[in-house]
């Protein structure tokens, strides 16, 4: 008779085990257990004998999570925004397309204006060849072997 008995439940909130919440959170390079316990979390077995915390402490390491993977993608914005930033101070200006004259073409109106030295930016393959000052290595294709 004596074993015929309702037993009733702890009255406290579950816990969340370590492993279930290494799922979600990666854990620091001295493990889960030695970082919550320098951080003063309480780390404890659950009914199953487990390491857990409880859900309280589960909560602040997802909320303390999410405001790191936000300061990152912020700074990530943040880091794009000045690099395109630079990439637009770095482009090439031109000339407006009405101050260029009926019959001129977009380079001599440039040079007109006085941008560039009157000399295009790309050399051909000749003038790089003849050129003394200057060596370039062209790669000549494979030999096929029969």
Do not use: C, H
Not at 103 to 123: C, F, K, S, Y
């Amino acid at each position: 008779m004596g074993e015929n008995f309702l037993k009733v439940p702890e009255l406290r909130e579950p816990l969340i085990p370590l492993s279930v919440l290494g799922l979600d959170l990666a854990p620091s390079t001295a493990g889960w257990a030695a970082d919550l316990a320098a951080r003063g979390f309480s780390v404890e077995l659950d009914d199953v004998g487990r390491l857990a915390v409880s859900r309280e402490v589960a909560r602040q390491l997802t909320a303390e999570k999410r405001e790191s993977e936000q300061k990152a993608r912020d700074a990530g914005v943040a880091r794009d925004a000045e690099f395109e930033r630079q990439r637009q101070a770095n482009l090439p200006r031109g000339i407006p397309w009405y101050q260029i004259a009926p019959g001129q073409t977009p380079a001599e109106a440039l040079i007109a204006a006085g941008g560039g030295d009157g000399r295009p930016r790309r050399r051909s393959v000749i003038e790089d060849a003849l050129d003394r000052d200057s060596s370039v290595m062209y790669q000549l294709p494979p030999e096929s072997v029969e």
